[in-house]
């Protein structure tokens, strides 16, 4: 789970040809834990979230995120509490 730090809106037309419309999420969160004997402080890293994965939730700065993906890599279910 991490911590929204950051957001911005994004919308348009992808290089195959398919509209997109969502959000750059931008979050911190704890190392995993076979990195934390090696590092301080938290990770930080962001992900494109479409409209469709939303389903009514509010992303705001401050707000915890979990993600989860597929097996392929791909962003199945946001959840921001």
Same mark, same amino acid.
């Given at each position: 789970? #991490?911590?929204i /730090? #950051? +957001?911005? =809106?994004m919308? =348009? &037309?992808?290089?195959?040809?398919n509209?997109?419309? #969502?959000f750059?999420v931008y +979050? &911190?969160?704890?190392f995993?834990p076979?990195q934390a004997?090696? !590092?301080?402080?938290?990770?930080?890293d962001? !992900?494109f979230?479409?409209d469709?994965l939303l =389903? #009514?939730?509010?992303?705001? /700065?401050?707000a915890?995120?979990?993600?989860? %993906?597929d097996?392929?890599? %791909?962003?199945?279910? /946001?959840i921001i =509490?």
């Amino acid at each position: 789970m #991490g911590k929204i /730090v #950051g +957001f911005r =809106g994004m919308s =348009g &037309t992808s290089k195959k040809g398919n509209p997109y419309s #969502g959000f750059m999420v931008y +979050f &911190t969160q704890p190392f995993p834990p076979h990195q934390a004997l090696r !590092a301080q402080g938290d990770s930080c890293d962001s !992900a494109f979230v479409p409209d469709s994965l939303l =389903g #009514g939730q509010v992303i705001s /700065v401050g707000a915890d995120i979990e993600l989860s %993906y597929d097996k392929q890599g %791909y962003l199945r279910e /946001v959840i921001i =509490g």
